[in-house]
């Protein structure tokens, strides 16, 4: 039964999309995504709890079975992924937005709904798949209604930076096409396991060696790796704000998954870390990362920059997970993929509230807003010491075990940098929660009128935020379900 | 392997290469947002290229299947060399991306140019500065 479902997960999206375009009713559309978002959860949920323990469903795609058509494969790594991305776009799906993107006018909105389920398709697409040109095929799907989600922010910056985001993610997603032709030519197949099992004898070729440069630089560029994150602040802090929430909180970690499956899973942790040493470049850059992208988020005045600066170190965190190459590591850095979504997709979704009854987020405007919106802030900050990784939030289990993983490598200094950098978070976290509980607001910038946000915005917003203390005080669901992940990816399965 | 074989045996890659750093160039190097997207094309054609050499099979054929009269509805002759058709299979896909992208980037340009009235990276930047 379940594997006939499966094909779904990727079906209602792509079908529902064309569905939204000829219906043409805001409304409608609305609340048809939410419903095929929470069925997308459904199944994501029924087959996560189905490959728990170390099952694996497949689907044949038209009946042809593998290496030679198309394959849907679950494992608990990529289950793990698909309830992680539904469920963030299921909680962002029902913030109510009150109006849409500013770009965009009414009749024109069921558009916008369109593009947000192809986007979701194509996200869960590149999770299900397990065929190397496919995800070329759903990471264009996703990247391309990432640029245009991008686009219809209200400032004009907006559209540069989305041209900005799709000459970048081109380049990436080229990279990975030449990356994924390397590996046909030297194995002859498409099928992911296949390819696995048929590199062996060439592993050494210098194809192959070219064909990892490639894909690892591809990806890092989608996944905004530093140096390569420079379309992620921009991108991140002129889109329409839920559209920011999604994107953090899914679109990076996808891109996660796909880096750790091409690493772990075709070329194999003994070749990657122990042979060609990728450690070697990857940790620096992770380190890099946590202190320039959190030192620069510390001279930001405008919150969405801050947090998407915050963001580009945050994924420091989990490259120097997949650094470290051990499993506790490993899981260290799958756990954070979901604590990062929660906190950050909340603290998004904080900052669409305040830019709804404030009208800006730079940090001035929001001088004393803790007294007239209490319960947005209250989120604001539950997001912010997560961020630093307070005991009791999602960002100090990440952290733990991050830290134990790379103590378990005898890499002592870099944990110690991982607990100096958690202080640059402390910074500018603290920024945020002195300029919003503390100071007095402008005399130019009256606050009088500003009340709480409505209910539509505040309650996704507070489920993420108290996703971030229950998922910091219960560890069985999610590091349980990350530490099974990486065991099996270490051991090259999926 | 010594320079002239590596030039007569892999041409066809030494080309692609030199297309590819020549669009990529011309992405990083030119601040017309219009030539920008030329260079993204020319840099997506050199990895199809890439793509549909490697199918090149040598002394291959197209890859149709020839009637052969001694087995009537059979499969036909068995001997005959091929060319890979799936890579070019895969490249219509791509070039199917490549138009999207290029479709969705020329109509960023438009808007570009309807806030900004200009299509020129560094006028834009400027324009920026001066505006925030």
Not at chain 1, 74 to 101: E, Q, W
Not at chain 1, 348 to 376: E, K, N, Q, W
Not at chain 1, 416 to 435: C, D, H, N, Q, T
Not at chain 1, 450 to 474: D, I
């Amino acid at each position: 039964m379940i594997e006939k479902i499966l094909v779904l997960e990727v079906v209602l999206p792509l079908l529902a999309a064309p569905v939204c375009v000829l219906v043409r009713h805001p409304r409608f559309c609305r609340l048809f995504s939410l419903g095929v978002v929470a069925a997308c959860f459904a199944i994501a949920v029924a087959l996560l709890v189905e490959v728990r323990g170390g099952g694996v469903i497949s689907y044949q795609l038209g009946g042809w079975p593998p290496p030679l058509g198309i394959e849907y494969r679950i494992s608990t790594v990529n289950a793990y992924l698909l309830a992680l991305v539904t469920a963030m776009a299921l909680v962002i799906f029902s913030f109510d937005s009150r109006g849409g993107p500013p770009r965009v006018p009414e009749q024109r909105r069921h558009l916008y709904y369109a593009v947000f389920l192809l986007c979701i398709s194509g996200l869960l697409g590149i999770t299900i798949t397990g065929d190397a040109f496919n995800i070329f095929v759903f990471l264009e799907i996703s990247s391309l209604s990432s640029y245009i989600l991008v686009s219809l922010g209200g400032h004009r910056r907006a559209v540069m930076s989305a041209f900005y985001y799709l000459v970048m993610g081109t380049i990436g997603g080229v990279f990975f096409m030449l990356g994924v032709g390397l590996l046909y030519q030297e194995t002859g197949t498409l099928n992911l396991r296949d390819i696995a099992a048929r590199l062996e004898p060439s592993l050494h070729d210098r194809g192959t060696v070219l064909a990892l440069a490639l894909l690892v630089v591809g990806i890092s560029i989608k996944l905004a790796v530093f140096p390569l994150h420079h379309w992620l602040p921009n991108a991140y802090s002129f889109a329409p704000p839920k559209v920011s929430a999604f994107l953090a909180a899914t679109a990076t970690k996808v891109s996660f998954y796909l880096l750790a499956m091409i690493l772990f899973t075709i070329f194999g942790a003994p070749f990657v870390f122990e042979e060609l040493r990728l450690q070697a470049v990857l940790l620096p850059l992770s380190l890099l990362a946590m202190f320039l992208a959190s030192g620069a988020a510390i001279f930001q005045t405008d919150l969405r920059r801050l947090l998407a600066y915050s963001s580009v170190a945050q994924i420091g965190y989990m490259t120097l997970g997949l650094s470290t190459a051990n499993a506790t590591g490993l899981a260290g850095g799958l756990v954070h993929l979901f604590n990062h979504a929660v906190m950050k997709g909340g603290l998004f979704l904080v900052v669409a509230c305040l830019l709804y009854r404030v009208g800006s987020v730079h940090l001035d405007a929001l001088a004393g807003i803790g007294r007239r919106m209490p319960l947005t802030s209250a989120a604001l900050v539950i997001g912010g010491l997560s961020l630093i990784g307070v005991p009791g939030t999602v960002g100090f289990v990440s952290k733990w075990y991050l830290v134990s993983g790379v103590l378990e490598r005898g890499w002592t200094a870099a944990a110690v940098l991982i607990l100096l950098s958690s202080l640059l978070a402390l910074v500018y976290v603290g920024k945020v929660v002195e300029v919003v509980y503390f100071r007095k607001p402008a005399e130019t910038q009256p606050i009088d009128h500003v009340r709480e946000a409505p209910l539509g915005m505040l309650a996704p917003a507070w489920v993420l935020a108290a996703a971030a203390v229950f998922f910091g005080l219960t560890t069985n669901w999610t590091y349980g379900v990350a530490r099974e992940a990486a065991e099996l990816l270490l051991a090259g399965g999926i | 392997m010594n320079l002239p074989e590596a030039l007569s045996g892999l041409w066809a890659y030494w080309l692609l290469i030199a297309l590819m750093m020549v669009g990529l160039y011309i992405v990083i190097a030119r601040d017309n947002l219009i030539k920008k997207v030329m260079g993204l094309n020319i840099f997506q054609a050199a990895a199809i290229l890439f793509y549909v050499t490697m199918a090149k099979v040598e002394g291959g054929t197209a890859p149709i299947v020839p009637h052969d009269p001694a087995h009537p509805g059979g499969h036909g002759a068995h001997d005959v060399v091929y060319s890979n058709p799936l890579p070019h299979v895969l490249m219509l896909t791509a070039i199917v991306v490549g138009v999207a992208t290029t479709a969705l980037a020329l109509a960023l340009a438009v808007r570009i140019h309807g806030d900004y009235g200009t299509s020129e990276e560094d006028e834009a930047v400027a324009y920026d500065a001066e505006h925030g």
